[in-house]
């Protein structure tokens, strides 16, 4: 079994990048320690940060996965073509978030994700990410 893990725009920057809302873990650490409980559930983890809305549209079209673990960032407030991506692939998919969008900006508590997502993990920092490779590695064993 195949999981991508897809995250958006400045989730590169994570470490350095408003601590205080992001925390100090690096992406490169987090998705290291993912990669070990992948490995450790027999599932293959893929994975791409992009920057650029295309890249990730890009890599949807190209998955062969059976389940999507996606943190859109800011994508998650404006992209309309990435969520038709997703729709289009009929890949399921979880939706993360590092903070707890509802406790933010009123910008930031409209997704155009969540409506469509199997489940969606938001607040609980990095450890989210995990959370979501657990109910996915699960759900692919009993068929989703
Ligand atoms: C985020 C929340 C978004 O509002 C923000 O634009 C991000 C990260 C999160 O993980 O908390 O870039 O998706």
């Known amino acids: 079994p195949k999981i ?3 995250n958006g725009p400045n989730l590169n920057l994570l470490g350095k990048r408003e601590p ?5 873990l690096t992406l490169a650490e ?4 993912l ?8 599932v293959q983890l893929q994975h ?12 949807i079209h190209a998955s ?22 997703l729709l289009g692939v009929g890949i399921p998919f979880i939706e993360v978030h590092l ?21 969606v993990i938001l607040g ?5 990410y995990s959370l979501a490779l657990q109910a996915a590695v699960a759900r692919i064993n009993t068929g989703n």
């Open 124 to 128: 609980l920092g990095p450890q989210g």
């Open 64 to 85: 062969d996965a059976d389940m999507i673990i996606i943190n859109p960032a800011a994508f998650t407030h404006s992209s309309v073509a990435l969520r038709d991506a």
């Open 4 to 6: 991508l893990l897809i």
């Open 48 to 59: 791409i940060q992009a920057n650029a809305e295309h890249l990730l549209i890009e890599a």
């Open 99 to 119: 903070s707890n969008i509802h406790a933010r900006e009123p910008f930031r508590h409209h997704s155009y994700f969540s409506d469509k997502a199997v489940g």
């Open 20 to 24: 205080g809302i992001y925390g100090s």
């Open 30 to 33: 987090i998705v290291s320690g």
């Open 35 to 42: 990669e070990a409980e992948a490995k450790a559930a027999g």
